[in-house]
């Protein structure tokens, strides 16, 4: 069992900086990989970001490529989002997301512990 726990999201202007957090304790953070989704009001729950478990292979959705950078931190059993560049539309509650075996990482169904999201809200 693994719980996550996100953080550092917020309200902030167009053109801004955030870094999301999320703490992951139970079992060994280096064993899984990390991916964050988001979920904007009406809309699906979208991929966001995937670092692989011995951060060898990192993955981003063509919308966030360049803005956002995905990291993880096994030792302290944390990964990050850090998202510059924000704009209106990034506006959603974010996930991260843990996932054990290999696969495909943009695949939601791939993962097997969520976090609670944390809100981001990006004003024009």
């Known amino acids: 069992q693994v719980q996550l726990v996100e953080s550092g999201g917020g309200l902030v202007q167009a053109g801004g900086s955030l870094r999301l957090s999320c703490a992951a304790s139970?079992?060994?953070?280096?064993?899984?990989?990390m991916g964050w989704f988001r979920q904007a009001p009406g809309k699906e729950r979208e991929f966001v970001a995937a670092i692989s478990r011995n951060v060898g292979d990192i993955y981003y959705a063509d919308s966030v490529k360049g803005r956002f950078t995905i990291s993880k931190d096994n030792a302290k059993n944390t990964g990050y989002l850090q998202m510059n560049s924000l704009k209106p539309e990034d506006t959603a509650v974010y996930y991260c997301?843990?996932?054990?075996?290999?696969?495909?990482?943009?695949?939601?169904?791939?993962?097997?512990?969520w976090g609670q999201g944390t809100q981001v809200t990006v004003s024009s």
């Open positions: 139970g079992r060994t953070f280096s064993r899984y990989s």
């Open positions: 997301a843990a996932a054990y075996y290999s696969g495909d990482l943009l695949r939601p169904a791939l993962y097997d512990y």
